[in-house]
């Protein structure tokens, strides 16, 4: 009978310790896992979104002569080749630099407003939604830095060197007169 009466307040002693732990490591455990797939997802949808959208066309050295075969590590360091225009000289800034330098709100605010010379595609960073602005900003961090910046813009009248793309752009068409 002694047995018994120890056993039994025993096994409520462990009965009650594990009821007592479960909802601790529970909820730790439920919400540690959930957040790395929130992340993956991200980074996923920003990789996607770096893609589709262009990003490693001028921003990644070789990109299109290649297929799109640069593997990711040498993602989004920039180029030397320039955008020579009406506008001056551009260079596809190295954007794992830059992010570097920007916390996640300061890129929110810095991307939502962005304007920049051509042939960057500005309005379509503008006109991507806060989630994907995240997601891309969340991958190209993800990268780390790389590479060395980007050269600097040239103004217009400054002869550019070597590699550069020459625009050529048609004359504006005249300004229509207003009948009076």
Not at 143 to 156: D, I, K, S, T, V
């Amino acid at each position: 009978m002694s047995r018994f009466h120890f056993a039994l307040p025993a096994l409520a002693v462990l009965a009650l310790s594990a009821c007592q732990q479960a909802p601790q490591s529970v909820a730790p455990v439920a919400t540690a896992s959930a957040e790395p797939n929130a992340d993956a997802d991200l980074l996923a949808r920003g990789e996607y979104i770096a893609r589709i959208g262009g990003c490693n066309d001028c921003h990644t050295p070789g990109y299109p002569e290649s297929g799109g075969t640069v593997p990711k590590p040498q993602w989004l360091v920039g180029s030397p080749l320039g955008w020579n225009g009406p506008w001056g000289t551009t260079y596809p800034a190295n954007l794992r630099l830059k992010l570097q330098q920007m916390d996640e709100a300061t890129w929110m605010a810095y991307s939502a407003g962005l304007h920049t010379r051509p042939p960057m595609p500005d309005f379509a960073v503008r006109a991507m939604n806060e989630q994907d602005r995240r997601a891309l900003y969340r991958f190209i961090r993800s990268l780390g830095p790389g590479g060395q910046p980007a050269p600097a813009y040239q103004p217009p009248g400054e002869a550019p060197k070597p590699p550069y793309v020459q625009w050529v752009l048609p004359a504006p068409p005249p300004k229509a007169s207003v009948a009076g």
